[in-house]
């Protein structure tokens, strides 16, 4: 946290704020109003002010950071994005994947690239909340279960707690799974809380999780928190991975891949 001396005056207060939620990605009412010895409800206007300007946005209880966060694309904008740093990334993916392996593929754009690869491998079970990679997957040699859930248009994927059903019941060798953004202090974010629930909760069911990111997801934060790094196992990217993640990670017990 930001350790200058509280301003008084309003815009200098208000400026100190968005610098905290800049550098947090994320801050609860609660925090910013112990840290600037104001009261909620100043705390409240200066927010409401900084959302108008275009700062940061309102949510429940905070404020998130518009600063350095990503918006999430529909899926088939998402899937022409960084096309050929995600192909490369899913070949590595491949290369992780054993004999008679049982897999989780999640909603992401690079994750649908794995899937891909996968058509001719009659000795994997794959599960997935991916409409995409199921669709992807539906004629050829892999077994499919589908988790089941609600329906998230934007990203193609069935999502919060019906997911349970399924995911609860299955323990996966290997997870594989993209995100919206990345950072050491944060973790792992999304856009979207029953996309966050269905994350987790397999990031707990997984023997192995292995994050599928490219280096633009690097150092943003979105609204919703999937997990600390703790839950991750391996991390693929791209070269232009910013050099702390492959220097920290690995210090945590990471594996970092950069292709």
Known sequence: ?????????????????????????????????????????????????????????????????????????????????????KRAIAEEAYQLIGQEESLFLDGGSTTLCLARLLKNRNDLTVVTNSLRAAAELANSEPRVILTGGEL???????????????????????????????????????????????????????????????????EKVSFARVSDWDKVDILVSDQKLPPIFTKSLPKRGLKVCVV
């Open 1 to 85: 946290m930001i350790r200058e001396a509280c301003p008084t005056l309003a815009p200098q207060r208000r400026e100190h704020i968005r610098l905290l939620v800049r550098e947090s990605g994320v801050a609860r009412v609660e925090d910013l109003r112990r840290e600037l010895k104001v009261s909620v409800a100043t705390i409240r206007r200066d927010l409401e002010v900084l959302e108008e300007e275009g700062k940061l946005r309102r949510v429940h209880g905070g404020a998130v950071s518009t600063e350095n966060r990503l918006d999430e694309a529909v899926f088939d904008d998402k899937t022409n994005q960084f096309s050929k740093q």
């Open 152 to 218: 998230r248009k934007i990203s193609q994927t069935m999502v919060g707690p019906l997911t349970s059903a399924v995911l609860s019941q299955v323990r996966v060798d290997r997870a594989f799974m993209g995100t919206m953004g990345f950072c050491l202090k944060n973790g792992l974010t999304t856009t979207d809380p029953n996309e966050a629930f269905v994350k987790g909760l397999v990031a707990e069911q997984a023997v192995q999780v292995v994050l599928l990111a490219d280096s633009s997801k690097a």
